[in-house]
């Protein structure tokens, strides 16, 4: 197992965000999590990042316990982590190669090559307050794809951006990782998206989150709009809109 989560419990101060978590992720794979909004994914995915300490269970990363951030094994897009606001685009994408030492002129190559896999070829020597929400996002992609981490933690990447934008950079994004050969935790509301991208899916409960049930998608992927594509869905709805016994 590439990473494994083991009865693990979160909390914030009284409030319990997570409850006997347990799943893992084999090398290679793409695994979302979903579940109701507020329900703990977050937390979830910030634990695995070594960002949230676990107050019960454990992960491992490659049979080590997380205790802390593996930037050299794990890279993530959160949400709130900001791009550097005086940096270009590129300069943001090029940090993690910067970190490792590449030497400037690979580096550049390195970061134009990304943005351009990112859609983002023209923006490159624009700064972050000249984007959109939805640029910014790609940047954050792009530099996390820069980092030589074999795991992503993706926590609603695509949210800022319009339907037809997400399916288009989510297909890239597969090709990419497949390509790369990486390791992927997805956070998504959108059924529809995890339905699309994943290997597994990680159906979480409300708060606080406990797992569900852990789905298995088909291969290859069922296309959007073909019959196991609906079955599957479907399955999604129910599972997080179904009452829980009283
Ligand atoms: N830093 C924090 N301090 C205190 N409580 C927090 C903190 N972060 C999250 N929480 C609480 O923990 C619970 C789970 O939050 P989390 O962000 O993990 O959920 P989520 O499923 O990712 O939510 P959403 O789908 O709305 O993004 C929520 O009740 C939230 O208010």
């Known amino acids: 197992m590439r990473i494994a989560v083991t009865d693990l419990d979160l909390r914030y101060g009284d409030l319990l965000a997570a409850e ?3 799943f893992d992720v084999r090398p290679g794979e793409f695994v979302s999590l979903i579940g109701p909004s507020g329900c703990g994914k977050s937390s979830v995915l910030r634990a695995l990042g070594g960002l949230q300490p676990p107050a019960g269970g454990e992960i491992t990363v490659d049979g080590d316990r997380v205790r802390g951030p593996l930037p050299a094994r794990i890279a993530y897009v959160f949400q709130d982590l900001a791009l550097f606001p005086w940096r ?19 580096r550049r190559a390195r970061a134009d090559e990304l943005l351009a896999k990112v859609g983002l070829a023209d923006a490159a020597d624009q700064h972050p307050a000249q984007l959109s929400g939805g640029m910014r996002q ?17 926590d609603e990447p695509f949210a800022a951006l319009d339907e037809q934008t997400r399916l ?12 790369e050969g990486k390791t992927v935790v997805f956070v998504t509301h959108s059924l529809q998206e995890a339905a699309y991208l994943s290997d597994r899916i990680v159906v ?18 069922p296309k959007i709009g073909s019959d196991e594509f609906h079955r599957l869905h479907a399955r999604l709805t ?4 179904e009452v829980e016994p009283a």
């Open 88 to 106: 270009s685009a590129r300069r943001n994408v090029e940090v993690p190669l910067e970190l490792r030492g590449v030497p400037r002129r690979q």
């Open 204 to 221: 979480l409960s409300p708060r606080p989150a406990t797992v569900k049930e852990i789905l298995t998608v088909p291969r290859p992927r």
């Open 168 to 179: 288009r950079l989510g297909a890239e994004l597969l090709r990419l990782l497949e390509e």
């Open 138 to 154: 790609r940047v954050a992609i792009a530099r996390a794809l820069a980092s030589d981490a074999g795991i992503l933690l993706l």
């Open 20 to 22: 006997k978590i347990t």
């Open 238 to 241: 129910d599972l997080l809109f």
